[in-house]
């Protein structure tokens, strides 16, 4: 059995045109946007970092914690291979490399006057700067770890 609904319109309303895209124009868009999002957030990583199997990172104890390209492999953004990330006072997300300078991962860490991390970030295969976004979300993991 098959029921059919009419829906009635006023005069003046008129149905939206419909327009119809093809396979290739949705493929095109959706590769526009995956290069935006690329661009936005820092770009391709290496294709060929010492780490091709991280090693995952312990749970964490306190709001610091040791990271390595051993943890992220190809995702690791900085030029050097280890330091300390750490969530300071008001989710100030900053990283130690191996000399003792501490960088800024975040805006606030920024406002706080922490160096800005650049002098450090890598630059991917593609030209662009590597994505932060691994390293600062497990940093910023560890503001929610009571010390």
Known sequence: MTTTVHVRRAADE?????????APGVLAGLAGL??????????????D????DPVPLPS???????????????????TVDHG??????????VFTVPDG?????????????????GPVRATGDGG???SLGPLLS???GLCRVSG
Do not use: F
Not at 14 to 22: D, E, L, S
Not at 49 to 52: G, L, N, V
């Open 101 to 117: 300078t501490t960088y800024a991962l975040n805006g606030r860490a920024r406002e706080a006057g922490y160096r800005d991390i």
């Open 128 to 130: 662009d700067k590597v």
């Open 84 to 93: 300390t990330a750490e969530c300071r006072e008001g989710d100030q997300a």
């Open 14 to 22: 008129r149905p939206a045109p419909h327009r119809r895209r093809t």
């Open 34 to 47: 995956s290069l935006l999002v690329l661009t936005a957030c820092g770009g391709s990583g290496r294709t």
């Open 60 to 78: 964490p104890t306190s709001t610091a914690q040791q990271m390595s390209e051993k943890n992220l492999g190809y995702t690791w953004p900085l």
């Open 138 to 140: 497990r940093t910023m």
């Open 49 to 52: 970092p010492d780490t091709t």
